[in-house]
């Protein structure tokens, strides 16, 4: 499985940004998808992660009721909407796919993205 992250920015207080991550390969529907981020200076940390077919879904405290992610199987897609960024978001956001729990645990995963970086400004 390979993962493309795209769609961070720069964005003021406040505002949305959608993030998305392309996978390759036939076993999408199958495998767990979440989102991690990485600030500065800090340990990479659990975002949100989603079941193979989309019907559960899981988020970190910090960002519950502002992120939402969704999964598109036909398109081989998983996003991330983000609403009302505030500066502490700001971090690069990896994409990854794997098949064993703990999904909060990024040594759970096995595949990853690039990242893509996102920007708050104050």
């Known amino acids: 499985v390979q993962l493309q992250a795209s769609g961070g920015g720069l964005v003021q207080t406040g505002g949305s940004l959608r993030l998305s991550c392309a996978a390759s390969?036939?076993?999408?529907?199958?495998?767990?998808m979440a989102w991690f981020r990485q600030a500065p200076g800090k340990n990479r940390i659990f975002v949100a992660h989603?079941?193979?077919?989309?019907?559960?879904?899981v988020y970190a405290d910090s960002v519950k009721g502002r992120f939402t992610i969704s999964r598109d199987n036909a398109k081989n897609t998983v996003y991330l909407q983000m609403n009302n960024l505030q500066p502490e978001d700001t971090a690069v956001y990896y994409c990854a796919a794997g098949r064993r729990p703990p999904y909060y645990n990024d040594r759970s995963y096995d595949y990853w993205g690039q990242g893509t970086q996102v920007t708050v400004s104050s």
């Open positions: 390969g036939r076993t999408f529907s199958t495998i767990i």
């Open positions: 989603i079941s193979s077919s989309g019907g559960s879904t």
